[in-house]
T-cell receptor, first 114, second 113 residues
Framework: AQSVAQPEDQVNVAEGNPLTVKCTYS??????LFWYVQYPNRGLQFLLK??????LVKGSYGFEAEFNKSQTSFHLKKPSALVSDSALYFC????????????FGGGTRLMVKP | KAGVTQTPRYLIKTRGQQVTLSCSPI?????VSWYQQTPGQGLQFLFE???????NKGNFPGRFSGRQFSNSRSEMNVSTLELGDSALYLC????????????FGPGTRLTVL
């Protein structure tokens, strides 16, 4: 069975500093990996995905993620954090044999302080 | 293009009642998935429909059911509501059965009293 771990419940960073939100996964076969963001009282917004190809994936709002197969990680990064980036971030993996079913990590709350 | 819409946005029910939630996917999207989000269990997959057929089902009791119509709109039903069913129910649509990213609606907040 596939699984996703987000080891940090909360990440605090000062505005303008780089940020990293960690994610590790376990899946049989090749992973399809995703990052979503959730703002209060809203659904999930798609940020980026890794299907195949370049290990550095660029997404929306200046976010990027680095796929590392040997470490089974897919960490989300941004060079310079904004206060408006404060939200709940979810990493997810999709098993290629299970249609579009996503398995999510527990989420990481990102707090960017001015 | 309009995004995924879900109705109603908020719902209050009492134990033992049943509820039906509705989801309209992005135009042209044929895959619709449902997820339950709670503080304790996080985001959990309920089921997925593609071209009116249920393709995958998560680990939920039979009280949770769904269907998809020919226009790709989907409904999910929960019968004999329990307090633990209080959650945010999210619908997501995707253009394809595989490979496509899913786009989520704003969710329906269900409160069971």
């Amino acid at each position: 069975a596939q699984s996703v771990a987000q080891p940090e419940d909360q990440v605090n960073v000062a505005e303008g500093n780089p940020l990293t939100v960690k994610c590790t996964y376990s899946v049989s076969g090749n992973p399809y990996l995703f990052w979503y963001v959730q703002y209060p009282n809203r659904g999930l917004q798609f940020l980026l995905k890794y299907i195949t190809g370049d290990n550095l994936v660029k997404g929306s709002y200046g976010f990027e993620a680095e796929f590392n197969k040997s470490q089974t990680s897919f960490h989300l990064k941004k060079p310079s954090a904004l206060v408006s980036d404060s939200a709940l971030y979810f990493c997810a993996v999709r098993d290629n044999n299970a249609g579009n079913m996503l398995t999510f990590g527990g989420g990481t709350r990102l707090m960017v302080k001015p | 293009k309009a995004g995924v819409t879900q109705t109603p946005r908020y719902l209050i029910k009492t134990r033992g009642q049943q509820v039906t939630l509705s989801c309209s996917p992005i135009s042209g999207h044929r895959s619709v998935s449902w997820y339950q989000q709670t503080p304790g269990q996080g985001l959990q997959f309920l089921f997925e429909y593609f071209s009116e057929t249920q393709r995958n089902k998560g680990n939920f009791p039979g009280r949770f059911s769904g269907r998809q119509f020919s226009n790709s709109r989907s409904e999910m039903n929960v019968s004999t509501l329990e307090l633990g069913d209080s959650a945010l129910y999210l619908c997501a649509s995707s253009l394809e059965m595989v490979r496509g990213e899913q786009f989520f609606g704003p969710g329906t907040r269900l409160t069971v009293l």
